[in-house]
């Protein structure tokens, strides 16, 4: 499957973005979905995820009820809505994908298929 992240740019502090990682290639509603962002001289961070077809979902505690994961498997596209972004939001975010077997549980890592980033900039 392939992926690709947008909807990234500019946000003044407090404001509101919302990502979509869109799939092809393969039957999308097979596919778990996380998402992921990598501050500059950081490590990538989990920051959240959903299941095939979105019966679960699990956030980082540092995005945790700021931010909102859905999908639509008509569109092979997952979004992720981020409310109050914080300066600390800053971040290359990227979409990733695994394949599931049933629709139970969320995965923070072992993601076989990554997207190219699209770049958050959240000024203060």
């Known amino acids: 499957v392939q992926l690709q992240a947008f909807g990234g740019g500019l946000v003044q502090a407090g404001g509101s973005l919302r990502l979509s990682c869109a799939a092809s290639?393969?039957?999308?509603?097979?596919?778990?979905v996380g998402w992921f962002r990598q501050a500059p001289g950081k490590e990538r961070e989990f920051v959240a995820a959903i299941s095939r077809r979105g019966g679960s979902t699990a956030y980082a505690d540092s995005v945790k009820g700021r931010s909102t994961i859905s999908r639509d498997n008509a569109k092979n596209t997952v979004y992720l809505q981020m409310n109050s972004l914080k300066p600390e939001d800053t971040a290359v975010y990227y979409c990733?994908?695994?394949?599931?077997?049933?629709?139970?549980?969320?995965?923070?890592?072992?993601?076989?298929?990554w997207g190219r980033g699209t770049l958050v900039t959240v000024s203060s």
């Open positions: 990733a994908a695994v394949r599931q077997t049933y629709d139970s549980g969320t995965y923070r890592s072992g993601y076989d298929y």
């Open positions: 290639g393969r039957t999308f509603s097979n596919y778990a």
